[in-house]
């Protein structure tokens, strides 16, 4: 069976339900008690009319090196478990990627995510950012505590130095 791509602004709640709650802690940040920003935009995996992936992105402008950077945010990112192994959270992130470079026109994507998942991403072209990343939460700005990587869209090289979100994590 094809797996095909849709883009939508919002999930239903069938589709949220069969993507994020299959399991408990599925990205497994749950203990860090981060606050969340919403997708704006999802890219939906389906296969025979079921949803089995998702990336989800938003635009959002980063200060990295004292410098407005605006990125494409990626979050969100999953595949059901009878789908995994098959390379559709590849196959989403590229999409989505090229999304990025065409249609937004950001110089970078960035995403957050797990020791475990730096090699998946890191195959993908991602790049680990070195300096810290302050995210807001409820109690105010903290250091984020997840990797942050980027991805190059235009060329460009990240900037040295530390970066502030200005905004929740996604």
């Known amino acids: 069976m094809s797996v095909e791509i849709r883009l939508s602004e919002n999930l239903t709640g069938e589709e949220w339900r069969?993507?994020?709650?299959?399991?408990?802690?599925i990205w497994g940040s749950e203990d860090l008690r981060y606050r969340w920003r919403p997708k704006e935009l999802h890219f939906v995996l389906e296969e025979g009319g079921r949803p089995v992936g998702h990336v989800g992105l938003l635009k959002?402008?980063?200060?990295?090196?004292?410098q407005?950077?605006?990125?494409?945010?990626?979050?969100?990112?999953?595949?059901?478990?009878?789908a995994q192994g098959r390379g559709l959270a590849q196959r989403g992130m590229r999409?989505?990627?090229e999304f990025m470079r065409q249609e937004w026109g950001v110089a970078f994507g960035l995403l957050f995510c797990r020791d475990a998942l730096l090699r998946f991403y890191e195959r993908l072209g991602w790049q680990l950012v070195r300096g810290p990343v302050e995210i807001e939460q409820d109690e105010g700005p903290v250091v984020c505590s997840l990797n942050v990587m980027v991805l190059p869209c235009d060329g460009r090289e990240w900037p040295e130095g530390p970066v502030t979100l200005n905004s929740y994590p996604w």
């Open 95 to 97: 999409h989505a990627a």
């Open 18 to 25: 069969t993507l994020f709650e299959w399991g408990e802690n």
């Open 68 to 82: 407005p950077i605006t990125v494409a945010g990626v979050g969100g990112v999953v595949t059901v478990p009878e």
């Open 60 to 66: 959002h402008t980063v200060t990295a090196d004292r």
